[in-house]
């Protein structure tokens, strides 16, 4: 993976942990804050503590499947294990889709924010947007997708800023904020910012990925993986209220693509203005890196099992995916340019809670003790899906259409794509 972990062989408990909450917080909250407060308003920080439960079951299950089976790969090896090869080949390729929308996410966080900061307009949002994956293919390309070191200085610095900034948030605590300039919501409103945002919780299982590269992970994965998350549920519910309390609730809502950003320029000026920019960047740009490498190599991965077209098999000289890294970053790139915040957040969110649905059932099979944890993120997980399924049927009909049409391609064309595919390669083989 990286660096001195490289060096070693393997990733101590403070890289896994660091890289469990940058993985998280790399983009999500900076994207996730105005679409919650829109949903929930003075109940923002409870669906943040909603999806929390759901995440920390997941990663309860992730973590102890990673450990049972010891094999990198998250849901696609834990499903091959119990020998659901097609339903593991399906999974992978919508993990994958999750995956796209979740770079175009960043790289959307990454171009508006700078924009925002030098008072542009779109033009600059869109050519930052797409520059940044450009950069970051470059990069992974050449064999320096992951750098764990730079990422965790990233995770420390982006942390500390968002720590400061709630916390001078919370010490001008003002309950009108909360609602300031908008119509109260009840506590019901709570759960249905929990689904539209639940993408803001995806990036602790990248680290099962790299279960091969981690120090002793029966020892140190699981309360790794588990402090973090818990620690990232805190941050985001502090986050969530100390920002809203400096620039006020319909300020956030309005201005929801850099929330953060103005609420640190209405409590610290320009000098919060530019910390927190530079956080998002950064913050943002690693997490472009960190998930594009890790959706790379599941693509070449799956692709060795034959659940993707062979194509996807091939490797340069610095044994990088080179094809999938190519092919997932233009793919999030047009999203990042062409969708919306709210679109790229809640369909993100969908495919994920799905994912990690499936994950928990596999666990209640497969684990001998505690089952009620992810039972818990299956019941709160279902009760979720089904709210945000509902939410896209009326607000955004036509990306749930695409979204639906993606799974019937995937569950029903896939296996007819992956034949023909294999059927060509043999012809020239033997040609």
């Given at each position: ?60 299950s ?18 091959r ?12 390729w ?11 996410l960043y790289a ?22 797409i ?19 730079v ?11 968002l ?43 990248l ?10 992970p ?15 549920i805190?941050i ?37 203005l ?8 950064f ?5 472009i ?5 890790s ?18 098999e091939?490797v ?22 062409t969708g919306s ?15 990690f ?15 009620w ?59």
């Amino acid at each position: 993976m990286s660096s001195d972990s490289e060096e070693s062989g393997s990733l101590n408990f403070a890289s896994v942990w660091s890289l469990t909450t940058g993985g998280m917080v790399g983009g999500g909250i900076y994207t996730a804050l105005g679409v919650v407060v829109a949903v929930a308003l003075q109940w923002g920080w409870l669906s943040f503590l909603i999806a929390g439960v759901i995440a920390m079951s997941s990663a309860y299950s992730y973590v102890t499947l990673a450990n049972k089976f010891e094999e990198s790969g998250g849901a696609f090896e834990y499903l091959r294990e119990i020998n659901h090869k097609g339903i593991a080949g399906s999974l992978s390729w919508l993990l994958i889709v999750g995956y796209i929308l979740t770079i175009a996410l960043y790289a959307f966080a990454f171009g508006h924010y700078i924009s925002f900061a030098f008072d542009q307009g779109a033009w600059l949002t869109r050519i930052l947007a797409i520059g940044i994956v450009s950069v970051i293919i470059g990069v992974n390309l050449m064999g320096a997708g992951k750098l764990a070191i730079v990422e965790i200085v990233i995770v420390w610095t982006n942390l500390i800023a968002l720590l400061l900034l709630a916390v001078y948030g919370l010490m001008h605590w003002d309950t009108v904020q909360l609602m300031t300039g908008a119509q109260p919501r009840s506590i019901w409103s709570a759960p249905i910012g929990a689904a539209a945002i639940f993408v803001s919780y995806e990036g602790f299982q990248l680290l099962t990925y790299e279960y091969d590269e981690i120090d002793s992970p029966e020892k140190n994965l699981a309360p790794a993986v588990l402090s973090g998350v818990a620690f990232v549920i805190v941050i985001y519910m502090i986050v969530a209220l100390g920002a809203v309390m400096l620039a006020g609730a319909l300020t956030v809502i309005d201005e929801k693509q850099v929330s953060l950003a103005v609420a640190a320029q209405e409590g610290l000026g320009a000098y919060g203005l530019w910390s927190i920019v530079a956080a998002a960047a950064f913050a943002t740009a690693a997490a472009i890196n960190s998930t594009l490498f890790s959706t790379a190599k599941l693509a070449d991965r799956v692709a060795e099992d034959g659940e993707l077209p062979i194509f996807f098999e091939h490797v340069n000289s610095n044994g990088i995916p080179d094809r999938a890294v190519i092919v997932i970053g233009i793919l999030a790139a047009t999203l990042a340019v062409t969708g919306s915040l709210s679109t790229l957040v809640e369909a993100a969110s969908l495919i994920f809670l799905f994912t990690f649905g499936t994950v928990n059932f596999i666990a209640i099979d497969h684990l001998d003790q505690k089952k009620w944890i992810p039972w818990l993120g299956i019941i709160i997980g279902a009760i979720t899906l089904l709210i945000l399924l509902t939410r896209l049927t009326f607000i955004a009909p036509v990306a749930l259409s695409i979204i639906v049409f993606l799974v019937f391609v995937i569950v029903f064309i896939r296996p007819y794509i992956l034949q023909k595919a294999q059927t060509e390669n043999k012809a020239s083989g033997q040609q």
